[in-house]
């Protein structure tokens, strides 16, 4: 059964579709996007830390495995801890872990560079638990911080590819 107030939704999702189709719109990674180049034929290096490992890992599960690469993607990282949150007796209840990727993408036949930049980001945790949990939840916002980087590394290659 249909219900009234769903059609107009449906109406304007559907003119919404339409008019993306008719600009011209494809994806990035899709066939004959600006990224499919970097599909598959990229090698990433990244510091050798935890930290590295998991935007490595993450640059590699969005490109896709490289047997021959026609890339090198070289990643450095800058990753600090900021306090932010300290009570009157002068302990820190919350730490900000601002960073920063410096990029580099180089064809490897040529040794000449396609892109390169820097992007930022940050995360928080909170250090009110115990010890163990304090350092878990570090640990973890590490984690989303690089897949946070390595995100916006692919978005600013994408972008510099069109």
């Known amino acids: 059964?249909?219900?009234?107030?769903?059609?107009?939704?449906?109406?304007v999702l559907l003119g919404g579709l339409t008019l993306l189709a008719g600009c011209g719109f494809s994806p990035v990674y899709g066939p004959g996007g600006a990224a499919a180049p970097l599909l598959g034929?990229?090698?990433v290096e990244a510091p050798a830390t935890e930290a590295g490992y998991r935007l490595r890992l993450r640059l590699i599960d969005r490109l896709g495995p490289s047997e021959a690469p026609t890339y090198l993607l070289s990643v450095d990282l800058d990753i600090r801890d900021a306090a932010v949150g300290v009570t009157s007796e002068q302990e820190t209840t919350r730490y900000n872990l601002p960073g920063a990727a410096t990029y580099r993408l180089t064809?490897?036949?040529t040794g000449i560079g396609v892109a390169s930049g820097t992007v930022d980001g940050f995360t928080s945790y909170s250090a009110t638990g115990t010890s163990v949990s304090t350092f878990a939840a570090a640990e973890d916002a590490r984690q989303r911080l690089?897949?946070?980087?390595?995100d916006r590394i692919l978005?600013?290659?994408?972008?510099?590819?069109t």
Do not use: C, G, K, Y
Not at 2 to 9: E, F, N, Q
Not at 146 to 150: G, H, Y
């Open 1 to 11: 059964m249909w219900s009234s107030d769903r059609l107009p939704r449906r109406a």
């Open 41 to 43: 034929t990229t090698a």
């Open 107 to 109: 064809d490897v036949a």
């Open 146 to 150: 690089a897949v946070v980087l390595a």
């Open 155 to 161: 978005d600013r290659l994408a972008a510099a590819l």
